[in-house]
């Protein structure tokens, strides 16, 4: 984890101040990503633009139930719906606008690569033990930016656990990877965009119950072949590029996640 201190103390401070000392406050450089992205407008429904899909990159995890927050830069309902919750989650004002408060929260959370404070791209770098976001479907940047959406989850998952350690056991892979693991042929991590996570703190029964909350797809964990020492998560649905269907995909039977049980 890498942690610019100042940079969030600085935040920090910002979140406890009143009404327009936060603005004032947020808007001085010691309040915004160095090196990442900064928010220049309040964002609310009927709005777009790239700051809006940057947003819906960040709270993709907040997506709600056997939902998704799609990243069309558009700032619709399901957005709305997605900054309100991570807007409950972290104990701010909860109206669905993305304003000074929600930014300089997104700024405490993320580092300067722009990734969230508890995960990195090495975690999510070839699952093989490489490095480098190429030998995929898809080219190295778009890999790289899924998996960055994909980290974005995982730290929404990780808050619903009670802010206790994931660890990732396997991102991206590269064909090759895959294969040397036995991957399936089209796996959702040739694309950047599956976690294999385990936890110490938690079950994988509670882990895998928790993501149906956090904007993922497929969900893969204790009872499903293969699966009974990880949580296999992933963004299917919103996978343009492989051949299997846009759906929603959950198997985790001793979980009594699956088969009519979700």
């Keep these: 984890m890498r942690v610019n201190t100042l940079k969030r103390a600085a935040i920090a ?4 101040l009143p009404g327009a000392a936060i603005a004032a406050v947020v808007a001085a450089p010691a309040a915004h990503a160095d090196g990442c992205y900064t928010w220049n407008r309040t964002l609310t429904q009927g709005r777009s633009g790239d700051d809006v899909r940057q947003l819906q990159i960040r ?11 799609e990243n069309d830069g558009r700032y619709g309902p399901k957005t709305a719906a997605a900054v309100k ?4 989650a972290y104990g701010l004002r909860a109206d669905g606008i993305a304003g000074p408060q929600t930014y300089a929260k997104l700024y405490q959370l993320q580092d300067n690569d722009c990734t969230p404070a508890h995960f990195s791209y090495s975690e999510l770098d070839n699952g093989c033990g490489g490095s480098g976001w190429s030998g995929g479907p898809l080219s190295a940047a778009q890999t790289k930016q899924n998996a960055l959406r994909t980290m974005w989850k995982l730290e929404a998952l990780r808050k619903n656990l009670g802010d206790k350690p994931l660890y990732v056991s396997s991102g991206f892979r590269s064909r090759a990877c895959n294969n040397q ?3 399936a042929s089209d796996s959702q991590h040739l694309y950047g965009n599956a ?4 936890s110490r703190t938690s079950s994988l029964c509670d882990v895998a119950r928790a993501a149906r909350n956090n904007g993922f797809s497929g969900i893969y964990g204790p009872g499903y072949p293969d699966h009974d020492d990880h949580v296999h998560v992933d963004s299917r649905r919103e996978n343009n590029s492989d ?18 049980n979700d």
């Design 13 to 16: 401070f910002a979140l406890a």
């Design 59 to 69: 709270v993709a995890g907040w997506a709600g139930n056997r939902d998704i927050v």
């Design 85 to 88: 919750r991570f807007q409950q």
């Design 181 to 183: 693991v036995g991957g």
């Design 195 to 198: 976690a294999d996570v385990t």
């Design 243 to 260: 051949s299997s269907s846009n759906t929603t995909n959950w198997s985790a039977p001793d979980c009594g996640i699956g088969a009519g």
